[in-house]
């Protein structure tokens, strides 16, 4: 068995400088530093790493819980609604033409984040199981997806319409310093809260009757994903719109170094969230594309969904 | 001690009373739909009876600290779900769940559970390349490893062959020699007869009978409960059922 937390811990370390280098203005480490190049270093190449490694490990440790609690490897972050909600909140930040006020964007997503959780554990939350739970969420993601196309569809003007469907596809461009206090402390305790869970979904793998019988009360450990996942996905929204596939996909490289429990399972998809997110911005700003860059919600889903599907496919032959 | 004080849950336990003795295999038997499940599920307290109560040494199962209870009673669901491809060991080590008791005490009681179910050889196979009766034994190892004084079976022995049937029985049986007290649902009415202590029969939510097998599983109580004329043939011990 390998240890992949020191291995991906490497890569990152490996990862962020050069990730600062990359752009459209190129940064030659071996020259000095000109005054031009530090600014472009301080206050953009680095807060968009650091947001980039925020975000992607907020993505693959809810993604890596999801998929613990759900028992499912199929499962990701979007399906409990809370990032529909976050994303329905900051579409509405727009709607009323309060996003250009600072703090009014990621706020109005996190009220959006928070109101989904509230929702999630209210409906869901008398019995602890799973099922329910579920639904909820699904019902909660097709109704902030619902009221989200009714937002954009009675835009006040064609500008925010426009601005409504640029920032749900997620990106990372022009983010500062302020976008990653807000996603920092979010985010670190999200995973935080995930880590916690991990004992409880442990005892999830040998499903719901057995892990009551090993001393799991279910309806904390639902408030914890809870808790967790709307940390982690809300706060990663309300930085950065709508980010698919990473939570999908990073536990799926990140298993079979494991020894398969679902706790061992959430730093390392943290890390090779961010590892992704990382280098997938990074080539985002490198690729030559006409009218501007490629974004990174639309690079990871042409990036994810073959590379998913191969997955799939390669899982049904090991079955067969 | 373990036992059940008027068990009422509405449609299916009628008020079940019963006291369970350490060291003996107890087997509850029924008819479909008689309550046997249910009734190991509040045993186990995991299932809250609408009155009434089940009782570890004199206290209600349904007081927390759940993990207090969850040290005493080991409880082997029907349903044999794995959900991840873990090893052998890894699954064993999943019954320590309620310890806190440190690594190296871990190990030690994940060890001696695969030794006494001779799965040492198969430590660190996936459970995916497990055969049915291998796995039924790494799921058992998972309860013995965490040290319970209660094992309860929900039919832990319904989806295999007859060899790996007795060859389970025989590690329960060691369990109860070993002062466990064990409680299994069983739907094999000969192998409650052969390899039970002692036998509750379950029909309609109650206790219709309750004692040594030859007796609870008397000729009488099959018709009654059963609805089936059926005789038992052969030695104790070796008995098979003739219908």
Known sequence: ?320 | MLAAENLVLSGRLHGVSLRLRPGEVTAICGPNGAGKSTLLSCLAGLTLPQSGAALLDGAALAAPPAEARARAIGYLPQVAEVAWDVSVQTLAGLGRLPWRTGAAEDAAAVDAALTALDLLPLAYRPVAQLSGGERARALLARVLAGTPRWLLADEPLASLDLAHQLALLAHLRACAAAGMGVVLVLHDLALAMNHADRVLVLDHGTLAADGPPDLALSEPVLAQVWGVNARWLGEPGQRALQV
């Open chain 1, 1 to 320: 068995m390998t240890r992949p937390i020191p291995l991906l811990l490497a890569a990152l370390a490996l990862a962020l400088p050069l990730s600062l280098l990359a752009g459209r203005v190129w940064i030659d480490p071996t020259a000095p530093l000109g005054s031009e190049a530090a600014l472009i270093l301080a206050e953009l190449r680095l807060p968009r790493a650091l947001l980039a490694v925020l975000l992607g490990a907020g993505l693959g440790a809810a993604g890596a819980a999801m998929q613990g609690y759900l028992r499912n490897p199929l499962a990701d972050p979007g399906l409990f609604g809370i990032a529909p909600g976050a994303a329905l909140g900051a579409v509405l930040s727009f709607w009323t033409g309060w996003a250009s006020a600072g703090w009014a964007l990621p706020a109005f997503a996190l009220t959006g984040a928070a109101g989904a959780m509230l929702l999630l554990t209210i409906i869901a939350g008398r019995n602890g199981g799973v099922v329910l739970f579920t639904l909820a969420g699904m019902m909660i993601a097709s109704l902030a997806g619902a009221l989200m196309s009714l937002a954009i569809s009675l835009s006040p003007t064609p500008f925010a319409m426009s601005e409504i469907v640029t920032w749900l596809m997620g990106a990372l461009t022009d983010r500062s310093w302020r976008e990653v206090w807000i996603a920092a402390p979010l985010t670190l305790a999200g995973i935080a809260v995930l880590r916690a869970a991990g004992r409880g979904l442990d005892a999830l793998t040998l499903g719901e009757a057995a892990a009551r019988s090993l001393g799991l009360d279910p309806r904390r450990l639902q408030l914890l994903l809870v808790l967790g996942v709307g940390l982690t996905v809300g706060g990663g929204v309300a930085v950065a719109g709508i980010i698919g596939f990473v939570g999908l996909m990073v536990p799926h490289f990140v298993r079979p170094f494991t020894d398969g429990r679902p706790s061992r399972l959430i730093v390392p998809s943290a890390l090779a969230g961010a590892l992704l997110v990382l280098v997938a911005d990074g080539l985002c700003r490198v690729l030559p594309l006409a009218g501007g860059e490629l974004r990174l919600g639309i690079a990871l889903s042409l990036l994810g969904a073959p590379f998913f599907l191969h997955l799939l496919l390669r899982l049904r032959r090991e079955l067969v």
